[in-house]
């Protein structure tokens, strides 16, 4: 069979080493994979009724996923994104296999131990998404990069979500069938091939006929350094509330999904969450990239839209959460009860919040440089403290800490986050292309770039490109060479 060379690949004026194909196909990997898991977290406490062994589960993943995520920026470096994507895609099926597990053998000690591989695997994968999401697109373009990514990623939370309430209408269980975790299995395991068809950065050509960058990665040397200088950066300081906030609210959400429904109803959150989070997507990408203004202006008027939601949904969230507590009596709703739909509509409200606020963390860190190297460490910083704010969110929920703590903790840190990136964002150039190294595909070698295609109007060099270190050099040489004649 031969060797199709991807990069080379062109349909009229599509280009499979277009930075939009490859966000696509990450939004592709993570639909297979993370939308599937984000479905199964959509149906509360995992689709079992055992909210307490989810939370412990779900506190060691986030808990290794910390761990793992500062160090998976570099690992993503040294290894190249499309060997750390595959690797980040394994430990997705395994965990839902455990859940398949528990639910049938009532093997708990599985379910923890797929936990903690999930959470090693899943900081690789995301600081390879995050790379790639935030480096490969232009400036112009990197809100709605995000738009394009997390819309297409969370449409596997929507399928996930229709899978599982097309398997679960016609039941009355509290907890989720098994039919559900094998249909999910089957589909993550998709995900380890499709990480496959992700493109080095240095095939990929941006339409301004840029190339993302001539490395693929780096050396250990290098990286160690840079990862160092990564914690003395006071941005990094600035944005650790928005970073360790930006999930922690998803312990509280699930804890109340499950109280409140049974299991065809959380099926139907689910998909609306899916929903809401497409919605939120598309708003704050469009926010960032089209208001007519340059992007200083345009990244603080997002901080202020994404405040007025927070400020909007959450305050309504409160209102609700004072009607009970963990203690209330309560039956599981269903869908035809009057009574739910408006939590249900709160629920997706707050995952429109949640994208937009995810949108604009991106966002924050793709302003504050395009180089790709740098892009992942952050993502995995930002993965990593965001994880242990996960980690310490369920175990907040674990030990049964009032719902409405747990809603004031979550909202406080979003508020007070919010501001600290708006003064990041104040500080980052209208442009980073003045300022860092960027390269044309008319200064690169046609044999560097393997045949790859380009945009309309750009060509790659054919003869040999002299480095800027050799120049000062070769030209002293050729002066002697003149002087002498």
């Known amino acids: ?68 995520g500062f160090f998976a920026g570099s690992i993503n470096n040294m290894l190249g994104p499309r060997l750390t994507l595959c690797l980040g895609t394994t430990g997705y099926s395994l965990y839902v296999g455990a859940l398949w597990c528990y639910q049938v053998n009532g093997t708990r000690w599985f379910l923890i131990l797929a936990g903690a591989i999930l959470g090693v695997t899943a900081a690789l994968l995301w600081a390879a998404e995050g790379a790639i999401m935030m480096s490969y697109p232009l400036e112009k373009d990197k809100g709605r990069s995000f738009s394009v990514f997390w819309t297409i990623f969370q449409m596997g939370t929507l399928i996930g979500a229709a899978i599982a309430l097309g398997i679960e209408a016609n039941s009355t269980l509290p907890s989720v069938s098994t039919g559900v975790y094998l249909a999910f ?18 095939l990929v050509v941006r339409g301004d006929g840029t190339v993302v960058e001539l490395e693929d990665s780096i050396g250990p040397k290098e990286e160690f350094k840079a990862f160092l200088a990564l914690f003395k950066d006071w941005r990094m300081v600035a944005l650790f509330p928005m970073f360790f906030s930006s999930n922690y609210f998803y312990a ?73 507590t963990r203690d209330t009596v309560h039956t599981a709703w269903d869908w035809t009860v009057p009574a739910a739909v408006g939590p ?32 992942a460490r952050m993502a995995g ?43 990041v964002l104040w500080h980052c150039r209208d442009t ?50 003149t002087a002498g004649v």
Not at 185 to 202: D, K, Y
Not at 284 to 298: A, K, Q
Not at 351 to 362: R, T
Not at 447 to 470: C, L, R
Request: include cysteine; charged fraction near 10%; hydrophobic fraction near 50%.
């Open 252 to 324: 509280y959400q699930g804890a109340i999904v499950a109280f409140l429904f049974n299991g065809r109803t959380r099926a139907l959150v689910s998909l609306l969450t899916g929903l809401g989070s497409i919605v939120g997507s598309i708003f704050i990408g469009f926010v960032l990239d089209r208001t007519p203004f340059r992007r200083r202006t345009r990244a603080l008027i997002g901080c202020g839209v994404v405040l007025f939601l927070n400020v909007l949904i959450w305050s309504g969230g409160v209102g609700f959460q004072v009607q009970f």
């Open 344 to 375: 249900i509509i709160l629920i997706m409200a707050y995952y429109i919040a949640d994208a937009s606020y995810q949108g604009l963390a991106y966002y924050t860190m793709s302003a504050m440089t395009n180089d790709p190297f740098k892009l």
């Open 185 to 202: 299995m089957i589909i993550m395991l998709t995900s380890i091939v499709t990480s496959w068809a992700v493109l080095p950065p240095h």
């Open 1 to 68: 069979m031969p060797n199709v060379n991807l990069a080379a690949i062109k349909v009229g004026n599509v280009r499979y080493n277009s930075p939009w194909v490859q966000v696509c196909i990450v939004g592709f990997v993570c639909f297979c994979s993370v939308g599937m898991f984000s479905a199964i977290g959509g149906l509360g406490a995992g689709g079992t009724q055992d909210t307490q062994l989810s939370d412990t589960a779900n506190a060691v993943l986030y808990a290794l996923f910390a761990i793992t």
């Open 432 to 481: 980073n292309y003045g300022v860092e190294k960027v390269v044309h595909v008319e200064d690169v070698m046609d044999s560097q770039m393997h045949g790859a295609a380009v945009p309309k109007g750009h060509h790659t060099e054919v003869q040999p490109v002299i480095a800027t270190e050799q120049k000062p050099a070769l030209e002293a040489k050729e002066h002697e060479a």
């Open 381 to 423: 910083y930002y993965k990593g403290v965001q994880s242990a704010g996960s980690a310490v969110s369920f175990g907040m929920d674990a030990v049964k800490t009032k719902f409405l703590t747990e809603l004031i903790v979550s909202w406080a840190m979003l508020l007070v986050s919010i501001p600290l990136a708006a003064l």
